[in-house]
Each structure stands twice: as structure tokens, then as C-alpha cells.
Nanobody, 115 residues
Framework: QVQLVESGGGLVQPGGSLRLSCAASGRIFSINVMGWYRQAPGKQRELVARITNTGSTNYADSVKGRFTISRDNAKNTVYLQMNSLKPEDTAVYYC?????????WGQGTQVTVSS
């Protein structure tokens, strides 16, 4: 089993920044993909960004140029730097880890962008 613990959500004004962190523990394998998904009220969960263990990344079109995903493999931690936040970024953000054909999820952290 893999446990994911997220931190860093909160309330921010439009145009502001937040940094999310997600630390993985448990049955860790070096070949994996870590990512961030989000779910707004009444909407389906969607991919925000993900990064492989070798550093390859991909982003949702809606966050390109504003969000940056990174990871520290020594700490089994993934980060999401979110800049120029917009009200439509408001959602619960979930950390995901994919390894050995299985998906693991964090508990979610609320991000609210509002003036």
C-alpha cells in the first residue's frame, strides 16, 4: 500500500500563488508517475499535471504557463506551484501516484481563489 499526504491548500486572491506538496510513503517503487487532479463542485475530476520518475511532464491546457509540477525523488514528494490563480481554479486538489498498474490517492486539499 501507498499513503499520500497532501498539504498547502487554502484561500488566495485572484492572481495569487499557492504551492501544494504531496509526500508518498509505504510500498514505494522507483518507476511511477505522480500527479495532481482537481474536482470542482458539480464537475468531474480532471487531470491538472503529472510527472514521471524521469521528469517528463504534461499539463492540462487550462494551467499551462501558470502551474509547474516538480518532484524530489529522494523525498518521494511531488509539488505543484500554482501562480496567477483564477477563480476557476477553485477545487479540491488530489494527489495521485500510479505504480505497478495501481492508482493511489491522497485525501484532497481545498484550494479556493476568491477576493
Amino acid at each position: 500500500q501507498v499513503q499520500l499526504v497532501e498539504s498547502g491548500g487554502g484561500l488566495v486572491q485572484p492572481g495569487g500563488s499557492l504551492r501544494l506538496s504531496c509526500a508518498a510513503s509505504g510500498r514505494i517503487f522507483s518507476i511511477n508517475v505522480m500527479g495532481w487532479y482537481r474536482q470542482a463542485p458539480g464537475k468531474q475530476r480532471e487531470l491538472v499535471a503529472r510527472i514521471t520518475n524521469t521528469g517528463s511532464t504534461n499539463y492540462a491546457d487550462s494551467v499551462k504557463g501558470r502551474f509547474t509540477i516538480s518532484r524530489d525523488n529522494a523525498k518521494n514528494t511531488v509539488y505543484l506551484q500554482m501562480n496567477s490563480l483564477k477563480p476557476e481554479d477553485t477545487a479540491v486538489y488530489y494527489c495521485n501516484r500510479h505504480q505497478e498498474l495501481a492508482d493511489y490517492w491522497g485525501q484532497g486539499t481545498q484550494v479556493t481563489v476568491s477576493s
